[in-house]
């Protein structure tokens, strides 16, 4: 047991039971007892007895000296908060509140299987949708190497979707038909899908989070009001950025605008790395005026349909605003009737680099001339 190191500090218990010869603090009969040997080691036995018989009968600690460097700690039990109506105990997530008030949660089980979707649409010449094809009819390359479809699948699958809706000044002859169209791609919708909405004039504005209430959307669409420049990349970069919250893997935006871009922040070709990055198929509607005088809005059409056809959507171009309502209905149709093959790659290099696709059809006899709108690659993982 560890000494005290204070020699002047005394024992909690009663003085007559210790003697100590030093102590100048004690009475002098106590000093005169602890000169004689044979009464020292007589007055030291009987303090022994008495000190073990009081400790068995009175249970009193100040008999047993005790080491402040000797800590006893009984662990405080924690009160598990209950239900105040039956008094059952409360299930708790395994969830860490931090200081900040942020949540650290337990890390998720990644799981990698290396299979790459690739959703393809097929038209005729007509501009028309063709259904009915098998797996046999596809032949998919990476780079120049044949790949083995693995999955095929041709049924309608719940969708992301996303409206990015021009309302900038020029829209102003054509707003309430770019309304209509919305609600006319809406009626196309799935019951499972899940929405949101952009707007943009002179910056994009996002004016409704995911939802799976068509209503929602439309009551929130009627305050669009046309003003001021157009901000079109900018739209685009946050409505790609927003995908990154979809809860399904088929993920599309629909482009409704009347023009160039005059207004962002974002050049070209950063936005077409971006759509290259993400797994979402853009799909547009350009009003264009065929004898615009600003050069942004001569180039719109052909930015329109760059961007889309990089992503495996495309651009519908249309010279009256009356043909809006049919073309968003159109739009809707075609992502319910898309194949998608799925395929793992017969080489898996995780270096971030990108990869080439390439949708090669084997039609059956007699169709006139196919046209195939897939994605064009992705990005290879890096770790």
Known sequence: MARLKDEGRRSPCPEA???????????????GLCTNPAVKHSYRLGVAVLAICAWMNLGA??????????VHVQPREIEKPTNAADKTPIKTDLVASTPAGMNAHVRPLKVDVDLVLVPVTITDPMNRLVTGLEKENFQLFE??????????SSEDAPVSLGVIFDSSGSMSSK??????????????????????????SDEPEEVSDFTSSVDEIQNKLVFAVPRKRTALLDAIYMGVT?????KYPKKALLIISDGGDNHSRYTENEIRSVVKEADVMIYAIGIYDRYASAMEERLGPQLLSDITELSGGRAFTIDNPNDLADVATKIGIELRNQYVLGYRPNKVVRDGKWRKIKVKLLPPKGLPPLRVYARTGYYAPVE
Request: glycine share 2%; aromatic share 16%; charged share 25%.
């Open 17 to 31: 039971l210790f003697c100590r010869d030093t102590d100048s603090s004690w009475s002098p009969t106590w000093a």
């Open 61 to 70: 600690p100040c008999f047993a000296q005790t080491d402040v460097n000797d």
């Open 143 to 152: 780079g120049n190497s044949a790949q083995e479809i693995r999955t095929f």
């Open 175 to 200: 707003m309430d038909r770019a309304k209509d169209a919305v609600v006319e791609f809406f009626k196309t919708a799935n019951p499972q899908d899940e929405f949101f909405m952009i707007t943009f």
């Open 242 to 246: 927003k995908m990154r919250q979809a």
